[in-house]
């Protein structure tokens, strides 16, 4: 996939991973970026580049999702990537819901809205930023977990169905990743910013799930041979 010719949303473009995808993109000749986040005003170290248009949205509300659609209706790429994520796994449910409505609904409602947009668009691509524990539990951030392995069912029943318009739906699974949702992470994390030209690769070369640090890749490796063993190690955590 060509970028320089695409017209890109990224949602919660405020946040770690979100501004350097908006980076990366314009570094590759991205043609239009609507740079999405709750507050706009956050956004304005990425609005001196005048390819970027600041929206303003919550994806978790559905006149702000119609908002965004009837405003964007050039997109060729979605990236859907605000997410949310905090809480143990045995706690209030109030977490758990959050994770839920952000992580999976938000998504979905996204999805819903743009899909007939990519369509007349000629196709386009959905990118969803999901996590490699959302392919195995890690207890101690375990509804987390949950809401991502949601939305990696929903990112697989998606490229089925929506194949047959010729968009292409990417699943990215990143591990830990230095941003303000993992700060609380004792673990090696990844730079933002590597996590951002990974998956720029990933998307040149046409992946349908992009593994993006060496942490998700090994996860990945592993699951496909001892899954039980990847399983009882995230335990630890
Ligand atoms: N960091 C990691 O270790 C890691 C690992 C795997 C996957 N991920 C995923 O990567 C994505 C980006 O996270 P990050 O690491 O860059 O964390 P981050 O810096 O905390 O960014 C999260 C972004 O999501 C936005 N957001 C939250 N709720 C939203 C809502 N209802 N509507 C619109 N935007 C909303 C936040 O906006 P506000 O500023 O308004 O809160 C922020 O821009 C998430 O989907 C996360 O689950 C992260």
């Keep these: 996939m060509n970028i320089d010719s695409q017209t890109i949303l990224v949602t919660g473009a405020n946040g770690g991973i979100g501004r350097a995808l908006v980076k990366t993109f314009l570094a590759a000749g991205a043609k239009k ?14 609005l001196q580049d005048d390819r970027v248009c600041s ?19 050039d997109v060729t790429i979605l990236v859907n990537n605000a997410g949310t994520g905090g809480g143990g796994l045995l706690g209030s449910q109030e977490n758990a819901r959050r994770e839920m409505e952000v992580n999976y609904f938000g998504t979905h409602a996204m999805c819903t809205a743009f899909a007939p947009i990519l369509g007349k668009n000629g196709g386009g691509c959905i990118v969803n930023i999901i996590s490699v524990i959302g392919l195995v539990n890690m207890p101690s951030i375990g509804t987390y977990c949950a809401s991502k392995a949601a939305l990696h069912s929903l990112t697989q029943g998606l490229r089925g169905v929506l194949a047959a318009q010729k968009t292409k739906v990417v699943g990215v699974y990143p591990g830990p990743v230095d941003t303000r949702m993992a700060d609380g992470v004792a673990m090696p994390k990844a730079s933002p910013e590597s996590v951002a030209e990974e998956i720029l690769t990933g998307l040149q070369a046409e992946l349908d799930e992009i593994y993006p640090d060496e942490f998700a890749k090994n996860i990945q490796k592993e699951l496909a041979s001892s899954p039980k063993d990847v399983e009882r190690q995230l335990a630890n955590y």
């Design 33 to 46: 970026i609507y740079a999405c986040a709750r507050n706009t005003d956050s956004l304005s170290p990425l």
């Design 55 to 73: 929206v303003e949205l919550d994806v978790c509300n559905f006149a702000s999702v119609a908002n965004a659609a009837a405003l964007c209706g």
